[in-house]
């Protein structure tokens, strides 16, 4: 079964510029979620999808942060623009609907300059 | 406010030794409690899961205990190998659907030959 596929894989942009990382799930998995983890800390929620509507967002920086999941199968993740403290990895992670367990991807790690 | 420590921070192991990693937990209502291991560069894995009702689960030479009164959650590493090496993050599930995680910082142990 392939697991969760994020890209891309590193990602280095100065501060202000724009970048937009993609996340596809496992395949039947109707909950998605963004996570960002700063170095040396756990993961924290961004955003949780099921199937393509928002379940949680109450930890997205509205601002400037941005996510789409419009055909409730994959999906996306925006910063516009980026700010030095946004240096971090970007996990996504999915689940089936029945199931709390998560499977994460390998993530994206983004350096901000 | 849900919270989940962990300790310690960082650990240096021999290869062969055993280890005890910590997870204390301040969060409502409960629902479960899981331990993940993070390898460097990739997403974290699901170890174990536990519920309110369950005091040991084992994975290998993983074995976790959670003692609900006290809320406090231990994993154990039996026979430390060199893979081990990694950050191992506890988990808890709050909110009624268990749908709600929060995330400890992680242990980053590293196992030496």
């Known amino acids: 079964e392939a697991g969760v596929a994020q890209s891309p894989r590193y990602k280095i942009i100065e501060k202000r510029q724009s970048v937009a990382f993609w996340c596809n799930p496992i395949?039947?998995?109707?909950?998605l979620y963004w996570y960002q983890q700063i170095l040396g800390q756990g993961p924290k929620l961004l955003i949780q999808f099921q199937n393509n509507g928002v379940v949680d967002d109450s930890q997205l920086p509205k601002d400037r942060f941005s996510a789409e999941r419009l055909k409730g199968v994959d999906s996306t993740l925006k910063i516009q623009p980026a700010k030095l403290e946004d240096s971090a990895v970007y996990l996504c992670a999915s689940s089936p609907i029945s199931s709390e367990t998560q499977y994460f991807g390998p993530g994206t790690r983004l350096l901000v300059l | 406010k849900n919270q989940v420590e962990q300790s310690p921070q960082s650990l240096i192991i021999l290869e062969g030794k055993n280890c005890t990693l910590q997870?204390?937990?301040?969060?409502?209502?409960?629902?479960?409690l899981r331990w993940y291991k993070q390898d460097t560069g990739r997403g974290p894995v699901s170890l174990t899961i536990?519920?309110?009702?369950?005091n040991t689960k084992s994975n290998g030479r993983y074995t976790a205990t959670l003692d609900a009164d006290t809320k406090q959650s231990s994993l154990h590493i039996t026979a430390s190998q060199l893979s081990d090496s990694a950050s191992y993050i506890c988990v808890v599930s709050t909110g009624n659907a268990g749908n709600m995680l929060t995330f400890g910082g992680g242990t980053r142990l590293m196992v030496k030959p």
């Open positions: 395949s039947g998995h109707a909950t």
């Open positions: 997870c204390n937990y301040t969060v409502s209502p409960f629902s479960n």
């Open positions: 536990m519920t309110f009702s369950e």
